[in-house]
């Protein structure tokens, strides 16, 4: 995952970019199969423009609105029984509108809180897309500091038959690099 952002002023653009994988092997009861594996892929690219609603020198609050592109390729293999050998493998990509809220506030002299909250699809891509942060960071000098967090994202998205709904949660930690 890698997230980059600039800001001229008040106005400002940003953007994520993020890659996952998931495998997995499983049983079954013959005699249709015994067993297979599933792999997907997901990549993921927002872009967004920011507006500061507030901004001091201690705290922000921007307003963002933007696009999310999502790229999901999928691969079931089943094995043994009557269907042994079967594949199938299926690429789906769209595109979601954005809408959100960043935020970041200082609570020490090198500590701060923020966090960012997103939804979007409103049915033009998925039915509904909602991604949400929160963390501390460390600021080690002016130009480069450190954040830890939590990341709860959820996409709900269906079309002909091929349904993604998917929920991605976990511990995010990254460095920043101010120019």
């Known amino acids: 995952m890698l997230i980059a952002t600039a800001?001229?002023?008040?106005?400002?653009?940003?953007?994520?970019?993020q890659y996952v994988k998931t495998?997995?092997?499983f049983d079954a009861a013959p005699p249709s199969f015994d067993g297979g594996k599933l792999d997907s892929g997901t990549f993921g690219f927002s872009l967004w423009g920011t507006y500061a609603a507030f901004d001091d020198a201690r705290s922000n609050l921007k307003l963002a609105a933007g696009a999310r592109l999502w790229s999901v390729d999928t691969k079931l293999k089943l094995s043994g029984g009557l269907l042994s050998g079967t594949?199938?493998?299926h690429d789906e990509t769209w595109v979601d509108p954005i809408i959100g809220v960043t935020g970041k506030t200082d609570v020490a002299p090198k500590i701060f809180l923020q966090g960012w909250g997103f939804a979007g699809g409103?049915?033009?891509?998925s039915d509904s897309m909602f991604d949400l942060f929160g963390g501390i960071g460390y600021r080690f000098s002016e130009k480069t500091s450190t954040t830890i967090g939590y990341r709860w994202m959820?996409?709900?998205y269906d079309?002909?038959?091929?349904?993604?709904?998917?929920?991605q949660q976990g511990i995010a930690a990254g460095l920043t690099f101010r120019f």
Do not use: A
Not at 122 to 125: E, K, L, N, P, Y
Not at 159 to 167: A, E, S, T
């Open 7 to 17: 800001q001229k002023g008040r106005f400002g653009i940003g953007g994520d970019l």
């Open 23 to 25: 495998s997995s092997g």
């Open 87 to 89: 594949k199938i493998d």
């Open 122 to 125: 409103f049915g033009v891509g």
């Open 154 to 156: 959820k996409v709900d």
């Open 159 to 167: 079309n002909d038959g091929f349904l993604y709904d998917v929920r």
